[in-house]
């Protein structure tokens, strides 16, 4: 069973940070690319960032571009969404994902279909 648990989400100021965590468990996390994907009150989920499955490629919305840093630790099994400079409009259930696919070629990354795993969410909300 892969379980995939979000943590670090919050209430923060407009221009403040949060860091969020994604705990993977049950599957071979280090061999799979990992993805955030948001979605806010009325909205569809969309794409926020992804990583490969060594590190060496990430992919952004740019919404987020040179606020929020996707990484990964493969020795933690652990996914990490540094996000800088929120804005109200970042207000949203944030999840992460596991990947089908190893890299992040073209656009791979931010096709809801290139993931077979979701975590349950964590509530992120910026007040202005």
């Known amino acids: 069973q892969v379980q995939l648990v979000e943590s670090g989400g919050g209430l923060v100021q407009s221009g403040g940070s949060l860091r969020l965590s994604c705990a993977v468990s049950g599957r071979t996390f280090s061999s799979y690319a990992m993805g955030w994907f948001r979605q806010a009150p009325g909205k569809e989920r969309e794409f926020v960032g992804g990583?490969?499955?060594?590190?060496?490629?990430?992919r952004y919305a740019d919404s987020v571009k040179g606020r929020f840093t996707i990484s990964r630790d493969n020795a933690k099994n652990t996914v990490y969404l540094q996000m800088n400079s929120l804005k109200p409009e970042d207000t949203a259930v944030y999840y992460c994902?596991?990947?089908?696919?190893?890299?992040?070629?073209?656009?791979?990354?931010?096709?809801?279909?290139?993931?077979?795993?979701w975590g349950q969410g964590t509530q992120v909300t910026v007040s202005s």
């Open positions: 990583i490969s499955w060594s590190g060496d490629s990430t």
């Open positions: 994902a596991h990947g089908r696919i190893q890299d992040c070629a073209g656009y791979r990354c931010y096709d809801e279909g290139s993931y077979a795993y």
